[in-house]
């Protein structure tokens, strides 16, 4: 049976100025703004090229605003995305690679900075915040690994 991840709740302490940092800003797509009732509201938005969407509004968790970090997009070139992003007015650490080789530690800590010297699949990471302070990485992953 396949299971596929679709949704990731995001907490965001103000759901309209969230909403115009990834519609407007990010340029995601924004599929859903419903306002069921007084406290819970539903808005969801999709990165180009994704099948996972992320949800916030109010009412959808207990997690405190800015708490989530580790969430990750994957590109096909690392550069091309910063430059995209910067041009959107988003602050974006990197490139850089991890110390050891493999993913990323938490934090800032262990960066090499650069992309991978053979620009290795995998082997290459950017990092962006929203507005409070929700971490985003980007993974350049230009062949994938067999079975994926």
Excluded at 19 to 44: C, H, M, S, T
Excluded at 63 to 80: P, S, Y
Aim: glycine share 10%; charged share 25%.
């Amino acid at each position: 049976m396949d299971m596929k991840l679709e949704v990731v709740i995001l907490p965001v302490s103000d759901v309209d100025r969230a909403k115009r940092f990834y519609a407007e800003q990010l340029g995601w797509r924004l599929d859903a703004d419903f306002p069921i009732n007084d406290g819970y509201r539903i808005v969801q938005v999709t990165p180009p090229g994704s099948e996972c969407s992320i949800i916030f509004g109010e009412g959808l968790t207990r997690q405190e605003a800015g708490t989530l970090h580790g969430l990750q997009l994957t590109v096909t070139d690392i550069v091309e995305a910063q430059k995209e992003l910067e041009s959107r007015g988003v602050e974006v650490s990197g490139p850089f690679r991890d110390e050891t080789g493999a993913f990323h530690h938490a934090g800032d800590s262990h960066r090499v900075p650069g992309p991978h010297p053979e620009r290795a699949s995998y082997g290459t990471f950017a990092a962006f915040k929203d507005l409070d302070g929700n971490e985003w990485f980007l993974q350049e992953v230009t062949e994938r690994a067999p079975g994926r």
